[in-house]
């Protein structure tokens, strides 16, 4: 059995609390076969090849798929036209430069590349290094190539049974076991540097591309904790100009909009029950493939953002039939308890159902509703509300606290009138939860691990047991493809659920929400995937130890060595692991599998020319998925940076990092949308997360050293550790601010807005324009509209109210005049 799968089987063991038996692991023999190695490569880059070749041939074939974002996103037409040739489209996508990027992906993906940019440079270092100098003295050492399968282990060596800990300690040879304090030093100083570099390059970029914009949300802050004596507009205007940092614009006091929200979300869903209904009476039929869509649709792409638009053209009135198909029915349910019903006219109920909607809404709009503790305040300039959110407004504390805005359709508006302590109530109750969950989902990977063994399988399966046996190459695949690809799965799984809690905690901005999700996605990764198994691999020994608990403890040595002999042996694991993920699953990323497969379902479900129309959605792309696992793989490289397979480690790190920064270039520019624009704060928690990583990097070398009995080395590399400490502190005093604020040095006063000059007014919706944060879809009831919000204003006070979108009616006014003639009104 491989290690692969055997980390796996230390957790049942030590969940079991069964010793180990005659003091050998019967997986051990496994670490000599070269050939679950090979096995892992061959099968991961054919199947990553395959991924990649049929991508080329049908992404000019389906280019609503894997072209979307072009098609549909002013920012995005304005990069390069890729060849419809096979690899033609390689070399010009590789061209495009940083600015293109930032220009039409913005600084979040600006940033997330920039992660790939430092991770290829630090790693190409390391392994520079690892080639050059620390291979050849593992191997002079103890003839170690770090290759699994080629290293002819002695029995005494540091894969000895914990158990065995106090009896058998290796000894050391003071000459070799330098290279572990010295190569600590080196490579966390390369990782300080590079780090560095890349975050004074992002810090410029970043303060001067939001010093130049004149945008709502750069003049906009969040006030949270007003008091009730200060609960309307006039009030707050005169406290904040009475600060005299600046004029204020406008003011939107956030309101119990509860019953008005709920009003809306209805309607939209009757709307949607009425254009089927209609449909069905109509005969709707599709409009013909134009040779460019998947093989299942047929829509035409909308050119427009009226989210009532048609979906015909005069031209293609043809695809409506007449009115030949009888009026559908809806069974309605009355009486005691509702067990009576009766059919009546589909299409007429659900006319009614709105019309009084309709009215329900009109009414709900012109009510007064009480006041929340947020309001959303635009100042004149950006310097303005800069210097409100880096100062303290009011002496009493947690009153009229200024954050930053964020963009006007980004606000979760359903989260503004809940309590503070609702708020923190729902946070901390859904932190608790996840924390809970990520520490127990390793429980489900025990019965994967037990079924793996051939133990077992003889046991429950004996006749697929003995068809492995006879089968080697087959039996390796089952038992290392297997468990690399359970937890490559599990981490796919999971983010969905935390995703799902993260949008219940409460938060104010879907900004917010996304940055939520990578902290705790990469704690679960890292979680499950490192400290799994390195530590509770370790705990089985411990199980068997416990006779002897008390003098484990007292002898730091014996856990060091715990510790640094989970990480030695399970470095095939994370070989295993890395090149699954780099060759073997990163290429199916371009496919878009997810929306490939689900888009059958979709199709077949789709009757309305509004869900026909929504099939050409660009697929969504969210950093709280990608960015954890990259950092995750960094992790596991920088720990392993100076093992005998720290060479082999960075090597296919190196590979996942060029290949995974190919793919993401390509689906951020062409493929994907993102609608969520942080201005790029993901970089400081890449950072702090990169810092844990090197604190787990020094502590395993510190283990290492204690070990080898090296007392005197080992305690040479604390002050590097309290260094660390430090150094991610000072960072984040020093570099953090400047990753959230604008300095007002950067903005550039000669431009309306700027300075002291408010800019135009504008209105309360426009049509997208390139990147401008004031102007995204608003999402309401878990549908995108295409109405963009441009004001802080909830929009169910100003959504038109437009009838059903059918195939027979021409097409209406423009939407955006209706929100444009609109007031904001504050009630």
Not at 30 to 52: C, M, N
Not at 158 to 178: A, C, E, F, H, S
Request: aromatic share 12%; proline share 5%.
């Amino acid at each position: 059995m491989s290690l692969t799968a055997s980390a796996t089987t230390a957790v049942l063991t030590a969940l079991a609390g069964k010793p180990d038996h005659g003091g050998e692991r019967r997986w051990e023999d496994q670490l000599k076969e070269q050939r679950d190695l090979y096995t892992q490569f061959v099968i991961s880059s054919t199947l990553g090849l395959g991924a990649f070749l049929t991508f080329c041939i049908l992404r000019p074939k389906w280019t609503e798929l894997y072209a979307a974002r072009r098609r549909q996103r002013n920012a995005a037409s304005r990069l390069p036209e890729l060849p419809n040739t096979l690899f033609g489209w390689i070399p010009v996508l590789h061209g495009i430069t940083d600015e293109e990027v930032l220009q039409s992906a913005g600084l979040d993906a600006y940033v997330f590349l920039s992660f790939f940019k430092f991770a290829i440079r630090f790693l190409l270092a390391v392994f520079i290094f690892a080639v050059a100098i620390i291979l050849p003295i593992h191997y002079k050492y103890t003839g170690q190539y770090g290759v699994p399968g080629w290293d002819n282990l002695p029995d005494n060596s540091t894969i000895n049974r914990i158990d065995d800990l106090g009896k058998d300690k290796p000894v050391t040879d003071p000459g070799y076991i330098w290279i572990y304090v010295l190569f600590a030093y080196i490579f966390s100083g390369l990782a300080f540097y590079m780090l560095l570099q890349e975050t004074n390059q992002i810090i410029r970029t970043r303060q001067t591309y939001l010093g130049n914009q004149t945008s709502t949300t750069d003049r906009t802050i969040r006030l949270s904790g007003v008091p009730q004596d200060l609960g309307t507009e006039e009030k707050i205007k005169e406290f904040i100009e009475g600060l005299r940092v600046g004029k204020v614009e406008s003011i939107t006091i956030c309101r119990k909009w509860r019953e008005l929200d709920e009003l809306i979300d209805e309607r939209l869903k009757v709307v949607r029950d009425l254009e089927r209904a209609w449909t069905k009476h109509l005969g709707y039929k599709r409009p013909k493939s134009d040779g460019n869509t998947l093989p299942l649709t047929s829509q035409q792409a909308q050119d427009d953002d009226n989210e009532q638009s048609g979906l015909l053209t005069e031209s293609e009135r043809d695809h409506v039939s007449g009115y030949s198909n009888e009026r559908p029915k809806v069974r309605i349910w009355y009486g005691p308890l509702k067990l009576r019903f009766r059919m009546i006219d589909a299409i007429d109920y659900y006319e009614e159902k709105l019309r009084k909607i309709d009215e329900y809404i009109l009414n709900a709009r012109e009510k007064e509703y009480a006041a929340t503790e947020i309001a959303f305040v635009t100042m004149e300039s950006i310097a303005s509300s800069q210097m409100l959110v880096q100062a303290i407004l009011d002496p009493h504390p947690m009153q009229m606290f200024a954050r930053l805005a964020p963009a006007p359709a980004d606000v979760i508006w359903k989260n503004t009138y809940l309590s503070r302590t609702r708020r923190m109530v729902q946070s901390w109750s859904i932190t608790v939860v996840i924390g809970f969950l990520t520490v127990f989902w390793s429980v489900l990977l025990v019965p994967i691990a037990s079924l793996l063994e051939l133990e077992t399988l003889h046991k429950i399966v004996p006749q697929l047991a003995e068809f492995l046996q006879e089968h080697t190459i087959l039996k390796s695949l089952v038992q290392t493809g297997l468990p690399t690809l359970a937890f490559s799965l599990l981490t796919v799984a999971v983010p969905y659920v935390y995703e799902w809690l993260s949008n219940n905690q409460g938060m104010v901005s879907r900004g917010d929400v996304e940055l939520s999700i990578i902290s705790k996605n990469f704690f679960f990764s890292f979680f499950n995937l490192f400290l799994l198994f390195t530590v509770f691999g370790t705990a089985s020994g411990f199980y068997g130890f416990w006779e002897n608990l008390r003098d484990a403890f007292k002898d730091s040595t014996t856990i060091a060595f715990a510790l640094a002999q989970s990480l030695e042996g399970l470095a095939p694991f994370y070989i295993n692991l890395l090149i699954l993920q780099g060759l073997g699953l990163f290429p199916f990323r371009l496919l878009e599998f997810g929306s490939v497969a689900l888009y059958p379902l979709q199709f077949l479900s789709a009757r309305t020319p509004r869900e026909y129309a929504e099939l050409n959605t660009p697929p969504k792309f969210s950093y709280g998925f990608s960015i954890p696992q990259t950092i995750l793989i960094l992790v596991i490289c920088v720990v392993y940076s100076v093992f005998p397979s720290s060479w082999l480690i960075c090597l296919f790190g190196l590979i996942y990092f060029t290949v995974g920064k190919f793919i993401y270039k390509y689906q951020l520019l062409y493929a994907m949308d993102h609608q969520q624009h942080s201005t790029g704060r993901a970089w400081p928690m890449i950072c702090n997360r990169v810092f844990v990583g090197l604190i787990v990097h020094q502590l395993a070398m510190i283990g290492v050293l204690a070990l080898r009995r090296a007392i005197t080395r080992s305690l040479l590399l604390v002050p590097l550790l309290g260094f660390t400490v430090w150094f991610s502190y000072w960072f984040g005093r020093t570099y953090e601010p400047l990753m959230k604020f604008i300095a007002l040095k950067s903005i550039n006063r000669d431009q309306p807005g700027g300075g002291d000059i408010s800019p135009s007014p504008s209105s309360s919706f426009s049509p997208p324009s390139g990147l401008d944060r004031d102007s995204l879809p608003i999402r309401i009831g878990g549908q995108d509209l295409e109405l963009r919000l441009k004001k802080y204003v909830n929009p169910s006070l100003i959504l038109p109210l437009h009838a059903a979108w059918l195939p027979h009616r021409s097409r209406q006014g423009n939407g955006a005049s209706a929100f444009e003639a609109h007031q904001t009104p504050n009630v």
